[in-house]
């Protein structure tokens, strides 16, 4: 089983990179699943919050709020999306072979999952001159500024573009696929 695990700050183009590595995963015969760690979230806002899908808004407040504030430090719980996640894929291993994860932004959720998988790679994704409209608040939270203190990927992706994104997904998938 490979694990990929893309971090990154908020509108990087981590989803976006997810799909290029499935899609060319998928040329070399792997069977990928993306997934995000924090889909337990977005399950709650969905289905207890009225958070409208449709309307594509992430309700990044409420997300931090829940993640962090909550179940991390109130409830102090600070692997519980990460458990959930590997019960995930403890279950969908059976129909897949390969684990895309697309929102990584804490140190743990790196080496967490590295400690638990032995093939795992790590990818950063930044975009740079991206102006943002999170809030000052959302922006100095630590799911935006953690990982600037992390240096340990495997891969650093520079997203200038969709070109340039579908070019680094494919020689990314090249090089593991030798591994």
């Known amino acids: 089983m490979k ?8 509108k990087s183009g981590k989803t976006t990179f997810g799909e290029l590595l499935r899609d ?3 040329e070399y015969g792997y069977k990928p699943c993306v997934m995000q760690i924090t889909e337990p979230l977005y399950s709650y806002a969905r289905n207890y919050f009225e958070y409208d899908i449709e309307k594509d808004e992430k309700p990044r407040e409420f997300l931090q709020k829940m ?3 909550i179940i991390r430090e109130k409830l102090n719980k600070p692997n519980f999306l990460l458990n959930r996640l590997k019960e995930d894929i403890e279950i969908l291993s059976n129909f897949f072979d390969t ?7 804490l140190i743990n959720e790196f080496t967490n999952l590295k400690k638990t998988y032995t093939n795992v790679t790590t ?13 000052e608040s959302e922006k100095n939270h630590i799911t935006e500024t953690e990982i600037d203190t992390f240096d340990n990927f495997d891969y650093k992706v520079i997203n200038s573009g ?6 680094q997904a494919k020689e990314i998938v090249k090089k593991e696929n030798k591994k």
Do not use: V
């Open 162 to 167: 969709y070109s340039s994104l579908e070019e």
């Open 99 to 105: 684990f895309i994860i697309t929102d990584a932004r």
């Open 24 to 26: 060319n995963l998928k």
């Open 123 to 135: 990818i950063k994704i930044e975009r740079k001159n991206y102006y943002t409209e999170l809030s």
């Open 67 to 69: 993640g962090i504030e």
């Open 3 to 10: 694990i990929f695990i893309i971090g990154g700050k908020a």
